[in-house]
């Protein structure tokens, strides 16, 4: 990812003094533990994660959280190049992804928060379809037992590999001038996402697993035949070729 | 019976007319009104259900205040080779199993089939 593909910049040249920590909370929403770089990538491999040109240092960063939902604002990352030029990269709104997590604390909160680069392909999605994240949202908070029997909770993985998965069929559709019809989505006991869609007779369920490992599953229902047929699918392009089959005629 | 000893606890047969009820969360409650088949998928193969002859729709849901309640046929789910039967628990002597693999076909088979006797007062 370039840097400068969806994030702004803004280049300040290096003072004599280093930028002081009420520079750093001025600058940003001041609800955040400032933690240094090296803390939050402490090892060189993550750092490939930040998708970084490697003459940079992640000096420090900062942005506004919120365990409850897992969409962070106005989130800043400083940084030096060997010249000792400082860079800052301001991201107006991250959305969580399954790739590219930044680990960031919020100060108060008793859990690591995954956060991401804002992903483009995302942010036209979620734009257009905000009820998907509003109800990832509320799955996401659902504590173990929740459905009484012993349910467990949706992990931050299974949900941001939901929403790659809705964001990736909602632009192959896109291109092709049709709509994602809204999915019902629903919690399942294993920590699994279930979406659903029916149109007419016929109904469509696509599982996302709990597990990575697993593959995605696919029911397709057509309840004026009494079929149900069970498929695993390997990508979303599979997921569109579905709802394709929903929507005709 | 001494102090210490406890009743034994009848295992009673269910037919294949017998209704069970399965608490059921607000989240998998479409807009239509059905229920998801997600309401029917458990961790392991045996799904957790009261046996309505043993109980009432009010004890089921007792201490579930956000949840409704469905109801589905023992007989039906045997047809999807699923097996059912009492499994009295010292918390509730209504409890049963039906066990058996729920592929994402049988779960939804079930949820066609099965009737919401009492929605969840509110969906969240």
Redesign the interface.
């Known amino acids: 990812m370039p840097l400068g593909t969806f994030v702004d910049t803004e280049y300040q040249e290096k003072s004599s003094v280093s930028p002081s920590l009420e520079e750093w909370q001025s600058d940003f929403a001041s609800d955040v533990t400032i933690h240094d770089a090296e803390t939050l990538l402490p090892i060189a491999g993550e750092r490939e994660l930040w998708a970084l040109p490697d003459e940079f240092t992640p000096v420090t960063s900062s942005g506004r959280v919120s365990a409850n939902s897992y969409v962070i604002g106005n989130f800043g990352l400083r940084l030096k190049d060997k010249a000792n030029l400082e860079y800052t990269l301001l991201i107006s709104s991250a959305f969580l992804t399954n790739k590219d997590i930044i680990p960031v604390h919020a100060a108060g909160q008793k859990d690591w928060v995954a956060a991401t680069w804002r992903d483009p392909r995302l942010s036209l999605f979620l734009n257009r379809c905000p009820q998907v994240l509003s109800k990832m949202t509320?799955?996401m908070k659902?504590t173990n037992n929740?459905?009484?029997?012993?349910?467990?909770s949706v992990s931050f993985e299974t949900s941001a590999r939901t929403i790659a998965v809705l964001g990736e069929t909602f632009l192959m559709l896109h291109r092709i001038s049709q709509n994602l019809p809204i999915p019902?989505i629903?919690?399942?006991?294993?920590g699994s996402i279930?979406l659903?869609w029916e149109k007419d007779q016929k109904?469509l369920?696509i599982?996302i697993p709990f597990s990575a490992d697993q593959q995605i599953?696919a029911?397709r229902?057509m309840?004026e035949k009494e079929e149900?047929?069970?498929e695993t699918i390997n990508s979303s392009s599979d997921v569109a070729e579905y709802l394709l089959w929903l929507m005709e005629d | 019976m001494s102090v210490h000893e406890t009743k034994p606890v009848t295992i009673i047969e269910i037919s294949d007319e017998d209704q069970l009820y399965r608490r059921i969360f607000p989240l998998h409650i479409k807009e239509n009104g059905q229920v998801s088949s997600a309401a029917f998928k458990s961790k392991d193969p045996k799904l957790s259900v009261d046996v309505a002859k043993l109980t009432t729709p009010k004890k089921s849901l007792l201490s579930y205040p956000q949840h409704g309640l469905a109801s589905i046929i023992a007989g039906f789910c045997r047809k999807l080779s699923q097996k059912v039967y009492h499994d009295p628990l010292p918390e509730n002597l209504a409890h049963g199993i039906v066990e058996g693999k729920k592929t994402d076909s049988i779960a939804k088979k079930i949820a066609l089939c099965a009737i919401l006797i009492i929605p969840p007062p509110s969906t969240l």
């Open positions: 509320e799955i659902l929740w459905d009484s029997y012993e349910g467990v019902f629903a919690p399942c006991p294993d279930q659903e109904e369920e599982i599953r029911l229902t309840r149900f047929i069970e």
